[in-house]
């Protein structure tokens, strides 16, 4: 049985739109839609080492549209998001001669995305740019809205830019292959919109069977939130505003991964746990219905994910990181709480004493 | 006896407007226009550790409106627009504490605006940027239009962005300290400005007397060329059409430099050697009129500016370079020639032995 492609979800963000393709079994029309209206001979295909099968793939199809590949494989984890490795990737763009019509296309999760983007956003001050994500998390959110950059020692995400792609191209059947745990971690990010977009979705998150899930729902799990996301950043894509909601469980998640030394969890973990206080603090100071944590932890747990991270890392280690976090502005920390799931409040600095107990609680 | 300062020049680039302070003896009022409707607290000060008693009086300005100011001197020359040194500033900035609504003011000539532009554009993202330039060649071209980067080895301002500044602030006083021959290579552009702007900016440059020249004059012979460029950005600030004209001379120029390895003649003498043979292109497939070359090269030559390099580099070498070159598209060199001053042609692509003449003509 074959079916029609769905059409493409259009992103229009600042001043031009772009597609986001998003079916399963679309991998192989990637060159097609590349060459469609550009110029360019040539890309740096940069991509996870881990994803050696898909990023071939990928290749085939921009080779079979007449574009030279350049491979560029990047070691696995968030190590790779550095400046000495931009640099590489930039001189290896240089040396196989990209052009400002060029492009880069990022094969891969979060890092990749992040990485590749910058990549896109600085070579020659910016070269076209295409996303094909290969995990949850980035399918839902780190491939949508632009947001790129590296680490510095300092902080995450401290060296970047904010750089819209020309395509963004999601094959849910590539999901098949991601290992559970990295499923599990973009499904904390799928909760977090079930939240901030309301009963609906949240519904939908809820009643989700083991993860990858059926692929005929799975296109629409991750179209309601691609398109939540695809929504907020068109409103505010250079993150004066409402592009904080995305925030939600972010900061204490932040503070987790810190103080961990961004290891021994996973960002989406650390979102899983970051949400907890943050649905209590909502309680306390929105009215928050208790009983939307009970079944936010429960959906949580029957993932797999961690709602409770219990002695390995101090409170207020935690808080001391959350307080550097770059959305904090040095006085406030600029926490995002819910009234109910779609109805946000930004910007709230809660009590000290009271943050410090809704955090101990899911660390002690 | 004193007059009242004239009103700021009204950049008007991409969806915003932001304003060019000109005249002499304005480097104190930098704090005040800084603080001016924003909200920061602190700046990281990038300066060019050859301009510290100006850095000085920038940051005593800083500091007298409420600023904090953490100042990074930078080691002068080419080789510290690096990603390694872009590394270190932001490393700096982020211990000291800078946030999205703090800022980077950039003290310096085109190096330090370059690098410290890049950081502003891309710390935490992109924070607000005040250009200061130092030089000559800075507050006429380099500090106006909002282009920044770094290099790597394959080639000058490889990884960079696009990013307009919050103010700039040309105190002309400044240029009084400034090495002689600094204040001849930014003339070269001032030169490249008359040709590009018409035959009223020309007579002007023309029979300007010895630099930097009398103070009255020398803010109206500024003006011109930034409202030149200013004009050129507006219509076309990414760079995809008219502010290519902006080249005029620099293919070769930049050929030279990178055969020489960026040693031994200064950007402006080498777009004063780049001229020339350009002027010959456009008198033999444009018309234009030879006395234009003739006056071209005696004023040059009246400021200390060679229109020819004898025997240290060989052609081949300067053509095969300026073919790397980023205006390049691989296919076409993409040059600007003239029909006359003020009257521009973009993207013309000369025979290869007319242009091989034409650059032999001023290296052998």
């Not at 990209?98 to 990549?119: E, K, P, S, T, W």
């Not at 939908?204 to 950043?233: F, M, N, Q, Y």
């Not at 307080?323 to 946000?344: F, T």
Request: proline fraction near 6%; charged fraction near 25%; charge should be negative.
């Amino acid at each position: 049985m074959t079916r029609e492609t769905p059409p493409a979800i259009e992103a229009r963000i600042g001043d031009r739109g772009y597609p986001v393709h998003l079916d399963s079994g679309i991998l192989a029309s990637l060159g097609e839609r590349w060459v469609a209206g550009a110029t360019g001979e040539a890309v740096l295909l940069v991509h996870d080492a881990n994803v050696t099968a898909i990023a071939m793939r990928a290749e085939e199809s921009l080779a079979a549209a007449g574009i030279r590949v350049v491979s560029a494989p990047v070691p696995p984890g968030e190590s790779s998001k550095s400046l000495a490795e931009l640099e590489r990737l930039a001189r290896l763009a240089a040396t196989a001669g990209l052009r400002r019509r060029d492009g880069v296309v990022a094969v891969g999760g979060g890092v990749i995305g992040d990485l590749a983007g910058f990549l896109a956003a600085s070579y020659q001050r910016g070269v076209r740019l295409a996303h094909v994500p290969t995990t949850l998390l980035a399918m839902v959110d780190s491939a949508i809205g632009g947001k790129t950059g590296v680490d510095i020692p300092e902080g995450k995400n401290y060296v970047g830019a904010i750089w819209q792609p020309e395509l963004v191209l999601i094959d849910t059947d590539v999901l098949d292959t991601l290992p559970a745990r990295e499923l599990a971690s973009g499904f904390a990010e799928v909760v977090k919109y079930g939240l901030l977009d309301g009963p609906e979705l949240f519904e939908l998150v809820e009643s989700w069977p083991a993860l990858p899930g059926p692929r005929d729902r799975l296109r629409e799990l991750i179209l309601r939130c691609v398109t939540h996301k695809i929504d907020v950043v068109a409103d505010d894509e250079h993150d004066h505003g409402r592009r904080a909601s995305l925030n939600l469980g972010h900061t204490v998640a932040h503070g987790i991964e810190a103080a961990l030394g961004y290891a021994g969890v996973t960002h989406g973990e650390a979102v899983a746990v970051g949400l907890m206080p943050m649905l209590r603090l909502s309680e306390e100071l929105c009215g928050l219905d208790p009983s939307w944590r009970i079944r936010t932890g429960e959906v949580l747990a029957r993932h797999g994910l961690p709602t409770r991270l219990e002695g390995v890392v101090a409170v207020d280690d935690v808080l001391a990181a959350a307080a550097r976090d770059k959305k904090s502005d040095g006085r406030s920390l600029n926490m995002v709480l819910i009234d109910a799931p779609g109805s946000i409040r930004l910007g709230v600095d809660p009590p000290p004493r009271m943050l410090r107990d809704a955090v101990a609680e899911v660390l002690a």
